[in-house]
T-cell receptor, first 110, second 113 residues
């Protein structure tokens, strides 16, 4: 069974700092990895999807890397803003199902 | 922009009552998922459909939960009878096919009292 771990569980950073969120998974036989954002009481918004053959994917201030062999992905958010405050979830697609971590709860302090 | 639609957004029900949730996926998406998310946890898969067929319901508590996608488009998830431990966010997602990008709806927040 795929186990997904996200560290740290929660973090607070001052506005303008770069954010680094980590995701690790136990089974490297994956199709892709997806990063989501979730605001309190809301659904999930897809941020980035990295195919298993890719090393990284970028969208605006967001950059996600994937090291499949070591079972790790990192989400970088450059120049954080208060609007980036949310929970970020990593999901690994393997064995035809998405397995989620518990999330990184981020607070950006103005 | 195409979205996954879910209703209702909020539901309060008494334990032992029946409750149902509805999901309309993005048009043309063959794969549909129902997830349950307890506060502070990541979503966990309840059931996955490919068109109208169930491909994974191994985590669905089948004594009280049922799900259908009769025409391979919209889907209904039912709980009967509801228990206090069923209080959670129920999320629906869809993707063009298996192993492609998944898009989630806004969820249904269920409170069982």
């Amino acid at each position: 069974k795929q186990e997904v771990t996200q560290i740290p569980a929660a973090l607070s950073v001052p506005e303008g700092e770069n954010l680094v969120l980590n995701c690790s998974f136990t089974d490297s036989a994956i199709y892709n990895l997806q990063w989501f954002r979730q605001d309190p009481g809301k659904g999930l918004t897809s941020l980035l999807l990295i195919q298993s053959s890719q090393r990284e994917q970028t969208s605006g201030r967001l950059n996600a890397s994937l090291d499949k062999s070591s079972g790790r992905s990192t989400l970088y958010i450059a120049a954080s803003q208060p609007g980036d405050s949310a929970t970020y979830l990593c999901a690994v697609d393997g064995n035809n199902r998405l397995a989620f971590g518990k999330g990184n709860q981020v607070v950006v302090i103005p | 922009e195409a979205e996954v639609a879910q209703s209702p957004r909020y539901k309060i029900t008494e334990k032992s009552q029946a409750v149902a949730f509805w999901c309309d996926p993005i048009s043309g998406h063959a794969t549909l998922y129902w997830y349950r998310q307890i506060l502070g946890q990541g979503p966990e898969l309840l059931v996955q459909f490919q068109d109208e067929s169930v491909v994974d319901d191994s985590q669905l508590p089948k004594d009280r939960f049922s799900a259908e996608r009769l025409k391979g488009v919209d889907s209904t998830l039912k709980i009967q009878p509801a228990e206090l431990g069923d209080s959670a966010m129920y999320l629906c997602a869809s993707s063009l096919r298996m192993n492609t990008e998944a898009f989630f709806g806004q969820g249904t927040r269920l409170t069982v009292v």
